[in-house]
């Protein structure tokens, strides 16, 4: 069986992506860190036939949540594909560069980019392990981003930053771990 970790699995494209990986029979691992909005998610994906579903509410910019989430991939088997998809804003409502609080960007760097590398460093042994000797290789790792990333948008600097520095991340993983599918 597939195992599947999914962050801001609570309402949006995460719930849409986790739901479409329920339906094709992957267990999963979900997480966000509105924890009465992630059960109700939960409680919905564990609908599809066979598949067990494990929700650990918490921040992706916290190490010891990202090392729970971890031990949950493990106790279902190992982990076949990460999706980073957990994200905030910074700064709201958004704010030109010139009025940007730092407190909030710091907070969009560790939520955007920390937090998805810290989860991507701690889970990187299970996705190593994932489908060995297999054709397509190890494990896959789903970054997602956004045109701010490329777009210069007024007021989107800080969050675009953020997401410009997580598809470099995306790149160079890419080329350090060519057995993953980044």
Do not use: C
Not at 39 to 49: F, K, N
Not at 62 to 74: D, F, K
Not at 128 to 143: H, I, K, M, T, W
């Amino acid at each position: 069986m597939s195992v599947a970790m999914v962050t801001g699995a609570s309402r949006g494209l995460g719930r849409a992506l986790a739901g479409e990986l329920a339906a094709r029979g992957w267990d999963l691992v979900v997480t966000a860190r509105g924890a009465r909005a992630l059960a109700e998610a939960a409680s919905e994906l564990a609908r599809a036939p066979g598949v067990r579903v494990t929700a650990v509410a918490g921040d992706v910019s916290s190490a010891e949540h990202r090392g729970a989430l971890v031990a949950a991939a493990r106790a279902l088997g190992g982990l076949d594909l990460l999706v980073n998809n957990a994200g905030v804003l910074g700064t709201e409502p958004l704010v030109a560069l010139a009025a940007q609080p730092l407190d909030g960007l710091r907070e969009a760097f560790e939520v955007n980019v920390v937090g998805p590398l810290g989860l991507v460093q701690e889970a990187l042994p299970l996705l190593r392990e994932a489908g060995a000797g297999a054709p397509a290789g190890a494990g896959a790792v789903l970054n997602i981003s956004s045109d701010a990333a490329v777009v210069a948008y007024g007021t989107w600097g800080a969050y675009g930053a953020t997401k410009a520095a997580g598809d470099l991340l995306s790149a160079v993983l890419a080329v350090e771990e060519p057995a993953l599918r980044v």
